[in-house]
């Protein structure tokens, strides 16, 4: 050991004794920073981690470790020592490791000066500090296997630009192995061996933030297999000339056993999942207790099954091995309770048959291109759920998110995976334990309308299907007990009654079976219970099986038990129509609904007569405009049901047409909400730490006016980062940053709330400040880079409350404004057949409740538009990602609300990007240069240090010498 460590140090000490060391760090960090912030875009791509500064690293790694142990050995046999060291009495292993750990530490110290620059990345933001640990780890080891690998190559031969090139060449080999490049020619399962095999998939993997036992011994094993061919080499340098003998066959054998072994562990390795450590932040990649807890609750078998084609897009091919591995480890936590399949649904007819008629799972058509040519793939990439009769599929869509850094740089990574089965096997579950009876939770009559022409004037294929509903109808309707019915509507009979009647209520229009075909007829399908309808669409294969599932699929949404209910009340949109000078009024918020919907029962409301749906499990109110009082009333009751109501609200109305406008608009919920205690003040918050926003701005040239969009630093873009976010209350899970747009301050009045809980969600930094202003555009010239003056009461705004307890009603003592006529109380009116006269109006009795249940829960969000469709888009475009955090939030809301924390806590260990604090051109400048200029000082540093150490050591020396000549 102490003759290694000399051979080491005295190497280490020849790298600093000439410009090597100097050149290799130098060039080291010159190039990784370059990469990191022009390469990756680092301040572009707005997240803080820094998994771009070991992107490269594979392939940088190659030339430099090539260029260090170039010279090892062929210089010592170009110099002629190489025999002298041979002979010498340290054995040909210490000579090897001794080259091979000053090489590592060079390295080292090059990956040392690097720690600067996470460290101030985490100034700028929340940075998981488990792929940063992963990252530097995965460099270490495969800068060990290169630089076993260019010893190996250094010492066959004597020509250090062959060495160079030649090493090259080999890791380039093991590099490519498992690239995207080479492993796209190939299946799945060809792929995964092939990434199994690559230097840099396993890199990868790493720096995730995952240990895995196996990776780590993937660098090992090579290293041992060139360190003991470079041993090997040497030792038959010695024996050059002489006699083959014992001595020398005990030596190949060895060599052999030892590189066999290396190579066999790491097949026997693979199929031990269990055995890697998982660093991130939560532990995102592991399996969490929540869903333990799910899987434990199993009394049948649980089957999960991913339907993975053999060629599908190479963006997706990647995150095949890493579902692979996710399922297996809902295998092992669930044990004999889950199966798990693997299936090329192509390779079998069969279970493609059976995943298209059963499950609804269809091969989608990918578009790729090479510079070959441009082709379309159609593959699976779905996975089942099933557990007793009941099954989920997740499609591709469900579990990735796609990353644009632009036009040709995209990313695609998977979302949440776990939460996403976990989610599915909660549904099936309490599906299954319901009996799987649709029409048990069922409890006012559900009827179903067919709107269809005559077998006549039906499609062959449609008049089948039409025969093939009528027989499943019969059968539902026998199995559920009274409550549920069906019947047959010609649209066009009695002169067309019937067809005007659902144009105006559904939008429907006549079908054709071409576009040149003349003939047209209906064919429409509808659930309806009360004052609640469900179109059913047509089955895509226009098959039994297909039709059946759609009939199941809409009557679970007026079941209880498979979902909860939703009621969201929107203002109403009216779109542009430019041809009549009229613009647009109203903002969409689809996106919203459609992300709601895939959890849970949305039903839109206008609350006009005075409720909310019966069904509702919670009240969603979005830019309340002018509500009247029995909109209010609906409100009110809602709350004192028990119920929890989320609002999001303020006073002002934006306008997001040529110009940007904001003007004061009543939402009708003023004096309610003081009367609970609340208070959306007529301002503005306007922060420094904010979101970027495209500003329409105008400028001079040669005397005309330049009228453009400009990305710039918005101030009522508020920008909420972890330090103004209550993580204590579980509601915030899995939100990094939420931007909330053109916000007002909430009061909270403390006396009126005494008695209930009041929990502070969401405040803007201490430098924000509010403004009455209702001129929104920046103005750069007089407020410089903020657009706009400074107020003078800076502090945190309250921009999120929650409030818990016991309200009374804002109408108790006062005469109820509900006027209830037939069809606004809580019975809904009976339906009226088309054709046939109204039914007399008959006044009801209303029932009023004047104080509510301790459970009843207001959560208020100060912003009309921070949910709207145009904002998450215009966030989208800024973030180049899909910007769903603003949803997300209130989907934690209804979650939170409706005590379905299990869930929200894995949401909460979702990898969701974590973005930088908002930083101008030259404060990222200077954040740049001050990283460049710390990694260069460190540089600095490190020479110092050797060239005192060698003068001391020179000193030393003489100082030696000088006593040896005195005394002779």
Same mark, same amino acid.
């Given at each position: 050991?102490?003759?290694?460590?000399?051979?080491?140090?005295?190497?280490?000490?020849?790298?600093?004794?000439?410009?090597?060391?100097?050149?290799?760090?130098?060039?080291?960090?010159?190039?990784?920073?370059?990469?990191?912030?022009?390469?990756?875009?680092?301040?572009?791509?707005?997240?803080?981690?820094?998994?771009?500064?070991?992107?490269?690293?594979?392939?940088?790694l190659i030339f430099l470790t090539g260029a260090v142990t170039m010279r090892l050995w062929a210089e010592e046999r170009r110099a002629g020592t190489l025999e002298f060291l041979l002979t010498a009495p340290a054995p040909p292993c210490a000579l090897v490791f001794g080259k091979f750990l000053a090489c590592l530490a060079l390295v080292a110290v090059s990956l040392l000066l690097t720690l600067p620059l996470p460290i101030t990345?985490?100034?700028?933001?929340?940075?998981?500090?488990?792929?940063?640990?992963?990252?530097?780890?995965?460099?270490?080891?495969?800068?060990?296997?290169?630089?076993?690998?260019?010893?190996?190559?250094?010492?066959?031969?004597?020509?250090?630009?062959?060495?160079?090139?030649?090493?090259?060449?080999?890791?380039?080999?093991?590099?490519?192995?498992?690239?995207?490049?080479?492993?796209?020619?190939?299946?799945?399962?060809?792929?995964?061996?092939?990434?199994?095999?690559?230097?840099?998939?396993?890199?990868?993997?790493?720096?995730?933030?995952?240990?895995?036992?196996?990776?780590?011994?993937?660098?090992?094993?090579?290293?041992?297999?060139?360190?003991?061919?470079?041993?090997?080499?040497?030792?038959k340098m010695r024996w050059a000339g002489n006699p083959s003998n014992g001595h020398h066959r005990r030596w190949q054998l060895a060599t052999v056993l030892l590189v066999a072994n290396l190579l066999v562990a790491n097949f026997w390795l693979a199929p031990l999942g269990k055995l890697r450590a998982d660093m991130t932040q939560g532990g995102i990649y592991s399996i969490s207790e929540v869903t333990r807890n799910y899987l434990g609750q199993l009394k049948e078998p649980l089957l999960l099954r991913g339907y993975f084609s053999a060629q599908t897009h190479p963006l997706l091919a990647p995150l095949v091995p890493r579902l692979r591995d996710l399922l297996q480890e809902f295998k092992v936590a669930g044990g004999s309770r889950v199966r798990v399949e693997f299936i090329d649904p192509v390779e079998h007819p069969e279970l493609e048959q059976e995943a298209g008629q059963k499950y609804g799972i269809r091969p989608v058509p990918f578009q790729t291109a090479s510079k070959y040519q441009a082709a379309v793939t159609n593959s699976y990439f779905d996975i089942l759920v099933q557990y007793g009769d009941q099954f989920e599929v997740l499609s591709f869509r469900d579990l990735i998110e796609i990353k644009s850094g632009g036009e040709a740089d995209i990313d695609v990574e998977l979302r949440n995976p776990e939460y996403d089965i976990t989610r599915a096997i909660k549904k099936v579950l309490y599906g299954y334990q319901g009996g799987g009876d649709l029409f048990a939770g069922i409890a006012k009559e559900v009827q179903f309308t067919a709107y269809m022409s005559p077998d006549e004037r039906l499609p062959e294929e449609l008049a089948k299907l039409k025969k093939d509903l009528a027989a499943l109808l019969a059968e539902m309707e026998k199995e559920s007990g009274g409550r549920f019915s069906s019947r047959f509507l010609d649209p066009d009979a009695n002169g067309g009654e019937v067809a005007a009647t659902i144009k105006k209520d559904f939008g429907f229009r006549p079908m054709a079976a071409s576009l040149f075909d003349q003939r047209t007829f209906w064919y429409y399908m509808v659930l309806s219970s009360g004052e609640r309808k469900v179109e059913v669409p047509l089955p895509e294969d226009l098959g039994k099986e297909s039709l059946k599932r759609s009939l199941e699929a809409g009557l679970k949404r007026f079941a209880a038990g498979f979902g909860k209910t939703?009621?969201?009340?929107?203002?109403?949109?009216?779109?542009?129509?430019?041809?009549?000078?009229?613009?647009?009024?109203?903002?969409?918020?689809?996106?919203?609904?459609?992300?709601?919907?895939?959890?849970?029962?949305?039903?839109?409301?206008?609350?006009?007569?005075?409720?909310?749906?019966?069904?509702?499990?919670?009240?969603?109110?979005?830019?309340?405009?002018?509500?009247?009082?029995?909109?209010?009333?609906?409100?009110?009751?809602?709350?004192?049901?028990?119920?929890?109501?989320?609002?999001?609200?303020?006073?002002?109305?934006?306008?997001?047409?040529?110009?940007?406008?904001?003007?004061?608009?009543?939402?009708?919920?003023?004096?309610?909400?003081?009367?609970?205690?609340?208070?959306? !003040?007529?301002?503005?918050? %306007? /922060?420094?730490?904010?979101? =970027?926003? #495209?500003? +329409?701005? $105008?400028?001079?040239?040669?005397?005309?006016?330049?009228?453009?969009?400009?990305?710039?630093?918005?101030?009522?873009?508020?920008?909420?980062?972890?330090?103004?976010?209550?993580?204590d209350s579980g509601l915030l899970a899995g939100l990094p940053q939420l931007t909330m747009n053109w916000a007002s301050p909430i009061s909270v009045d403390a006396e009126k709330n005494k008695g209930r809980k009041v929990v502070r969600l969401l405040e803007s930094s201490a430098k924000s400040w509010t403004s009455?202003?209702?001129?929104?555009?920046?103005?750069?010239?007089?407020?410089?880079?903020?657009?706009?003056?400074?107020?003078?009461?800076?502090?945190?705004?309250?921009?999120?409350?929650?409030?818990?307890?016991?309200?009374?009603?804002?109408?108790?003592?006062? !005469?109820?404004?509900?006027? %209830? /006529?037939?069809?606004?109380? =809580?019975? #809904?009116? +009976?339906? $009226?057949?088309?054709?046939?006269?109204?039914?007399?109006?008959?006044?009801?009795?209303?029932?009023?409740?004047?104080?509510?249940?301790?459970?009843?829960?207001?959560?208020?969000?100060?912003?009309?538009?921070?949910?709207?469709?145009?904002?998450?888009?215009?966030?989208?475009?800024?973030?180049?990602?899909?910007?769903?955090?603003?949803?997300?939030?209130?989907?934690?809301?209804?979650?939170?609300?409706?005590?379905?924390?299990?869930?929200?806590?894995?949401?909460?260990?979702?990898?969701?990007?974590?973005?930088?604090?908002?930083?101008?051109?030259?404060?990222?400048?200077?954040?740049?240069?001050?990283?460049?200029?710390?990694?260069?000082?460190?540089?600095?540093?490190?020479?110092?240090?050797?060239?005192?150490?060698?003068?001391?050591?020179?000193?030393?020396?003489?100082?030696?010498?000088?006593?040896?000549?005195?005394?002779?």
């Open positions: 050991m102490k003759t290694l460590l000399t051979i080491a140090k005295k190497e280490f000490d020849g790298f600093f004794s000439s410009p090597i060391a100097l050149i290799f760090i130098g060039v080291f960090l010159a190039v990784t920073l370059f990469i990191f912030f022009w390469v990756e875009t680092f301040f572009a791509a707005n997240i803080t981690e820094v998994r771009p500064l070991f992107k490269w690293m594979p392939i940088l990345v985490s100034l700028m933001g929340p940075l998981d500090w488990g792929p940063v640990l992963g990252g530097y780890l995965a460099t270490v080891f495969l800068a060990a296997a290169y630089i076993a690998i260019g010893l190996y190559v250094s010492s066959k031969s004597e020509n250090q630009i062959v060495s160079l090139i030649a090493t090259v060449l080999v890791c380039s080999f093991f590099y490519l192995l498992g690239s995207e490049t080479l492993s796209a020619f190939f299946a799945n399962r060809g792929a995964e061996l092939l990434q199994s095999l690559g230097s840099g998939s396993r890199f990868d993997s790493i720096t995730r933030g995952v240990i895995d036992l196996r990776d780590l011994f993937y660098y090992v094993s090579l290293c041992g297999i060139f360190l003991t061919l470079n041993i090997y080499g040497l030792e939703v009621a969201v009340s929107t203002p109403k949109v009216v779109p542009p129509m430019p041809q009549y000078g009229m613009p647009g009024s109203g903002m969409p918020f689809e996106v919203l609904k459609d992300v709601l919907g895939k959890e849970h029962t949305v039903t839109p409301t206008d609350l006009a007569n005075g409720y909310a749906p019966e069904e509702s499990d919670l009240l969603l109110v979005v830019a309340p405009e002018a509500m009247n009082d029995k909109q209010v009333f609906a409100v009110d009751q809602f709350l004192m049901r028990g119920g929890t109501v989320v609002i999001a609200s303020a006073p002002y109305a934006v306008g997001l047409g040529r110009d940007l406008t904001v003007d004061k608009k009543a939402s009708g919920l003023e004096k309610w909400l003081e009367h609970v205690g609340l208070k959306v !003040e007529e301002e503005m918050v %306007l /922060d420094p730490q904010n979101s =970027p926003f #495209p500003v +329409p701005m $105008q400028r001079q040239v040669a005397g005309f006016t330049v009228q453009e969009t400009r990305l710039v630093d918005y101030p009522y873009f508020v920008d909420i980062r972890p330090d103004g976010m209550n993580a009455a202003e209702t001129r929104v555009q920046p103005n750069f010239r007089a407020h410089g880079e903020l657009g706009f003056a400074a107020g003078d009461n800076p502090g945190r705004k309250l921009l999120g409350v929650a409030v818990e307890g016991e309200f009374t009603s804002f109408f108790s003592g006062k !005469e109820s404004p509900i006027s %209830l /006529d037939a069809g606004e109380g =809580p019975e #809904p009116a +009976p339906q $009226q057949a088309p054709g046939q006269p109204p039914a007399e109006k008959k006044r009801v009795i209303t029932r009023q409740l004047d104080k509510s249940a301790e459970s009843a829960r207001i959560i208020l969000f100060s912003s009309n538009a921070f949910l709207s469709d145009t904002l998450l888009g215009i966030g989208s475009t800024v973030a180049g990602t899909a910007y769903l955090a603003p949803v997300q939030l209130i989907a934690n809301s209804i979650d939170w609300s409706l005590e379905d924390r299990g869930l929200l806590s894995i949401r909460g260990r979702s990898h969701f990007s974590r973005p930088l604090l908002p930083m101008n051109r030259d404060m990222q400048l200077i954040f740049e240069y001050l990283n460049y200029g710390l990694a260069f000082f460190g540089l600095f540093l490190v020479w110092l240090v050797r060239r005192r150490l060698v003068r001391g050591r020179e000193r030393r020396s003489l100082a030696l010498l000088q006593q040896n000549m005195g005394r002779v």
